[in-house]
């Protein structure tokens, strides 16, 4: 009787075993599937990080701004003064453009982030620059509104000229 047992226990512990051995098996091929599907994302990733790559080659890609951090540029209405602050706990990238349009030149920048300002990448005539405490260099004044635009006058060592900002980059203060 106690053998009859054990050809059971036998039979029970290699049916067992032979199971296991299948279920390690397809866990392997499990593994491999994933670790495939990873390679592959993992490539796809070193193809769009190239992609990126080519296109900061090919002209500038700005950082994107954090509407939860965003800071305007002040416009004092005692005398028409036009100012931004320099924040580093602040996004803000506030463009002066040639005319009341965002596809127009882009005349003067004030941005917190480096990249935009220095050696310039978007060409602006007037400059890019953290804030606009620049003395004599540099002095801007409001002028009046223009659709969805504020007009201000640039004076300063070089030629005045009228420039054009986005409202929604601007505040008024008394």
Partial sequence: MLMYHFKYLFIFLAFLFMSGCITDNDSKANLEKIDTAVTKMDSSRLQVSAVQDTAKKQGYVPPKISMDAMQKAVIYKRDSSFHVYNNIRADYRIIGYE???TNSAKMILFSVFTSDVQDN???????SYYDSAQGDELAIKYIGEQGSFIKAMIRGSKKPVTVYFEKKWVEFDE
Avoid: E, I, N, S
């Avoid at 990448?121 to 400059?127: E, I, K, R, S």
């Fill in 99 to 101: 005319l009341p349009d």
């Fill in 121 to 127: 990448p978007f060409q602006c005539p007037y400059g």
